[in-house]
């Protein structure tokens, strides 16, 4: 992607990875931001060399063909009422959690191109996962530039907006449950005698390792499970004792449970 003009409402923690991950894949952007903050409005400026920066989100969206609304979802409607009439034309790409396109649209007008995405902390290393949608006006290839922006910090795929709660069930709440699970492991390393250190580093490593395994080979799980177990060995002792736990039900509990939780909370709002 060449000439892009990127905006940025919001300059927190998920803008800053997009940034980070913009400049670091080598798209060829001019990128504006604007923010409350004046120190957030630094960083950005000293870290990432992003010299258009403004506490004025009119000037950003002024200036960009794809503006992103990264600030917390309570400001959304202040920033979408600035940005009212002024933004056709534009492709507007919100982040804010549990917010609708259609809700967007209400305020915007549903002729605007618009794209809701629903991303993951780890976008702030750069391996995030992230899902994407459009309204009605989007076109497909607006999804299309924004699913290689998100590519450029993790993982992306397209889903209907009704996929947005399960989403959200499972690779945004999804950290939580792998860093339970990473603390479950160095607790059993410390327990049968390793070091703290050692015991988290292997545990994080083999998380990261097992998921490399899956998404660069594209072997089925259970393929690659069965090729780690051989007969009468270690890890189906271990697996046994997993499936004793009830792990798989519990996993599924989980997202449908986070699942129900989000749209209990879209329909509050
Ligand atoms: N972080 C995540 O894991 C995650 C995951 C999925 C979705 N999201 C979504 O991403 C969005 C941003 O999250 P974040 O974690 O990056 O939040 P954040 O770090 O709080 O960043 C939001 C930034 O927006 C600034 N801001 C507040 N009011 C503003 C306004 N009127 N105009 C311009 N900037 C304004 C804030 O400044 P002040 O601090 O001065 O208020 C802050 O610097 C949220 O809607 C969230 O739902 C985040």
Not at 205 to 219: K, N, S
Not at 220 to 225: D, S
Not at 233 to 255: F, P, Q, S
Request: aromatic share 4%.
């Amino acid at each position: 992607m060449t000439g892009l003009k990127i905006g940025f409402i919001g300059a927190g923690n998920m803008a800053e990875a997009m940034i980070k991950g913009i400049l670091a894949s080598g798209i060829k952007a001019e990128l504006a931001v604007s923010d409350s903050s004046v120190e957030r409005l630094e960083v950005i400026r000293t870290v990432y060399g992003v010299e258009a920066v403004s506490k004025d989100n009119k000037r950003v969206s002024d200036f960009a063909d794809i503006i992103f609304l990264a600030v917390k979802p309570q400001i959304l409607s202040v920033v979408l009422r600035q940005l009212k009439g002024r933004v056709r034309d534009k492709l507007i790409v919100s982040i804010a959690a549990g917010k609708t396109i259609e809700y967007i649209e209400s305020i915007l007008g549903d002729e605007i191109r618009i794209v809701r995405v629903m991303p993951n902390t780890p976008a702030l290393v750069l391996s995030g996962a992230t899902a994407v949608c459009g309204g009605k006006s989007a076109l497909d290839e607006d999804l299309e530039t924004v699913r290689s922006l998100f590519s450029s910090v993790g993982s992306c795929v397209i889903v209907e907006e009704e996929k947005m709660d399960v989403v959200t069930g499972l690779s945004g709440s999804g950290p939580a449950y792998v860093y339970q699970f990473i603390e479950a492991l160095s607790d059993a390393g410390v327990k049968m005698g390793l070091t703290r250190a050692d015991a988290t580093l292997l545990a994080a490593q083999t998380v990261l390792g097992a998921a490399r395994m899956v998404i660069d080979t594209g072997i089925h799980p259970a393929q690659l499970k069965d090729n780690v177990t051989s007969p009468g060995g270690t890890a189906i002792c271990g697996l046994h004792e997993l499936e004793k736990g009830g792990m798989r039900a519990a996993v599924i509990n989980a997202v449908e449970a986070a699942t129900e939780k989000s749209k209990e909370l879209g329909r509050k709002k």
